[in-house]
């Protein structure tokens, strides 16, 4: 272990975990300005000078905010496929981590895994690569379909992940429709801007259909997200504006349900007894 000068310290190459100055770092911050770095980060030798950092970026960045100029690092001698290994497990338990994060995690870390196992004579580059995504599962505490199912979303374009992170596009949905052509998800997101709506899963699961078939045009795409979800049929909106001319201004959002469900219980009533006459 060693005190590296943070300018010394280099971020890992593709490095699939955001740093984000959000409430987070500034507690670590805070922490750092009283107690100092706890754990050690970990680093390897850049051939072409200092340290590329492995684990440990979110803590070089609140050093930065700290005003520290130097950190501790663990050096170690790592291959390619070994650091990022480390980098992956090091990070991927943080219960804060967005889609995106996961899935380039997932995918960076399952490559390292089958390039080991064609490097090993023991087994099968089919066999390695299933043992390697059981591993991956295992290691995360998920199921194997669920890394691979994390994994697509890495095939999604800029926009629409960023509406996954944003948990303005639904995971499921966000799956299939990762397997539309690059073009076909711009359009995509044209429609959805259209429409001012984001596909259910079984949109998604018919706009993936089509694409397959060869028949998602852009009247197909816009027939599909035109049609109105059964969520929204069965939904009855009343605006706020509109019901507060019928109430005291005194009323709460509760109160007038309340009176609202009072008001209905009675009219159903009155309903019945005119229905037996």
Known sequence: MQEIPLDQLKPFKNHPFKVRDDQRMLDTVDSIREYGVLVPAIARPDPEGGYELISGHRRKRGCEMAGLQTMPVIIRNLDDDAAVLVMVD???????????????????KLEALKHQGARSDLTSMQVAQKLSVQKVGDDAGVSKDQVRRFIRLTELISELLDMVDERKLAFNPAVEVSYLKRDEQRMLLEAMDAEQTTPSLSQAQRLKKFSQEGRLTE???????????????????????????????????????????????????????????
């Open 90 to 108: 090091s990070n991927i338990q943080r219960e804060e981590l967005l889609p995106s994060e996961r899935a380039f995690a997932y995918e960076m």
């Open 219 to 277: 009247e197909a795409m816009s027939a599909i997200m035109s049609e109105e979800k059964k969520s929204d049929m069965d939904k009855v909106t009343l605006r706020s504006d509109t019901l507060r001319r019928y109430f005291p201004k005194s009323y709460t959002p509760k109160q007038m349900e309340q009176t609202i469900i009072k008001l209905l219980d009675v009219w159903q009533k009155q309903r019945q007894k005119n229905q037996e006459r």
